[in-house]
């Protein structure tokens, strides 16, 4: 988590002006290396899992599922209490359900209301985002499959755009990356069913010059769904760290 705190904590000011002005964000994150060492990682388990969670890790049958999975929902509880404040909360009150469309949410209500949850994992790192407004948030590695898949997510228009918009100096599986990252976090915040299609989310616009955590990218995208709750141009805060592509987008409260 010590990564993900600090990259969080330090460059929050920078962070802040990107989302909504009543947005309360919250980062965490586990290092799924440090679980896979653990010692008694049932123990460690039994520490953060309600016993339905609990119930439902125990039945993955692949460790590397039961690392992720784990790992995702410490740092769900972790960014939750974050938002939420006060002292440390037993861990147990935190219970993690995920809807049909695959979203998790906090299914217990605190006083002052439940966070938005959104949960992403990718090259060793589990990390989430609680927010007061709906949110979402990915994370990817780079990876060459990038290339192989591209027309699935990215149009000729887009990619001249990450061409002309981003530094010359990130590769082109980078840049399909950050990309990739971005529109999952809009899939992911914005509560459509079934999921916007990678398709139906159209880059508009790059803001920024270089994606790192001291000075985040700005994408703004449009997502081409005609009927509600698709809402008009989407901002999502986009960097590199850790050799990962790292990208977040909260939703503002509608305007009457």
Request: aromatic content about 8%; overall charge negative.
């Amino acid at each position: 988590m010590a990564f993900v705190q600090a990259i969080s904590e330090e460059y929050w000011p920078c962070w802040q002006h990107h989302f909504p002005p009543e947005a309360r964000l919250r980062l965490g994150g586990v290092v799924l290396s440090g679980l896979e060492q653990c010692a008694d990682l049932p123990a460690l388990a039994g520490k953060y899992l309600h016993p339905d969670e609990l119930g439902q890790w125990q039945g993955f049958s692949q460790e590397k599922r039961r690392v992720e999975w784990l790992g995702g929902r410490m740092a769900a509880k972790w960014a939750a209490a974050a938002v939420l404040g006060g002292p440390e909360p037993n861990w147990h009150d935190f219970v993690l359900r995920t809807e049909d469309a695959g979203r998790p949410y906090l299914a217990t209500a605190p006083p002052g209301g439940a966070p938005c949850i959104s949960i992403s994992h990718s090259g060793g790192m589990a990390a989430a985002l609680a927010a007061n407004l709906p949110c979402g948030l990915d994370i990817q590695e780079v990876r060459t499959k990038i290339h192989t898949v591209r027309q699935r997510f990215a149009s000729p228009e887009e990619e001249a755009l990450l061409h002309a918009g981003l530094p010359q100096s990130l590769s082109e599986g980078q840049r399909l990356t950050l990309l990739w990252s971005a529109k999952e976090a809009v899939r992911k915040m914005v509560r459509a069913t079934p999921l916007l299609g990678f398709l139906e989310i159209r880059l508009l616009a790059i803001h920024g010059e270089h994606p790192t955590p001291q000075e985040p990218l700005l994408l703004t995208f449009a997502a081409e769904r005609e009927h509600p709750p698709c809402p008009p141009p989407i901002s999502v805060l986009c960097f590199f760290a850790d050799n990962l592509a790292w990208a977040m987008a909260c939703l503002p409260t509608k305007k009457e």
